[in-house]
């Protein structure tokens, strides 16, 4: 049987806070967002989502686990999405500032300022990468010459050798620099190998003595 292939639909959304609790579910790590969607079960979501009266707004990524096209006032029609490992801690993040917590980027966890080599495969070419720095959930990067667009997905090798392990990246900002260079935030999602992988080089990396910035 042939497969039908996976979209990708990017949303912006800024919920209540009671709208936003509403649809987080911790126990199976999936987030209902009420946004009228022609996406299907399966296909990939990357969304922004702010707090209405909160400053930080977060990416999250996952896949839709359900489709609503019809909805009244207390059920709204939009997508569950089962959410990627890497972001349900954006994701309780989102749920301490729907509940009024005042936060800032600084309760999430540290970024290690360190120049770490990434071999990455995007549109069918390999590049070598120099990260400027990196977290538990990613890292931010310069790219010279032709990027990837936000949302965009690319291949990272996160470990070398011949059972080395690699993990998806999707671009979830991206910026310009007066160097001609795009400064670049991954967010790391998918394979729970390479997630693994990737996890125990931030530790390393913690543990080198690295700054945290």
Known sequence: MIQRARHRHSLALLLDG????????????TLFLP?????????????????????????????????RLFGRPSIPPGVEVALDPSSLPAAR???????????????RSPRWMV??????????????????NISEGGCALYWSSEAPTVHEALAVRVSDGLF??????????????????????????GDARGLRAWRSLVASVASSGARAG
């Open 93 to 107: 993040f989102l749920a301490l500032a729907a509940q009024g917590e005042k936060l800032s980027f600084r309760d």
């Open 164 to 189: 080395g392990a690699s993990a998806r990246a999707v671009v979830c900002w991206k910026e310009a620099c007066s160097s001609g260079q795009q400064r670049l935030g991954l967010s790391l999602v």
């Open 35 to 67: 946004a009228v969607s022609k996406g299907t079960i399966g296909d990939d979501v990357a969304a922004r989502i702010g707090i209405a009266g909160q400053t930080p707004r977060v990416n999250v990524f996952g896949t839709i686990a359900l489709v």
């Open 115 to 132: 120049a770490h080599r990434l071999n990455t495969l995007w549109n069918g070419m390999q590049r070598e990468i120099t990260t400027v």
């Open 18 to 29: 009671k709208t936003f609790l509403a649809g987080w579910s911790p126990e199976r790590g």
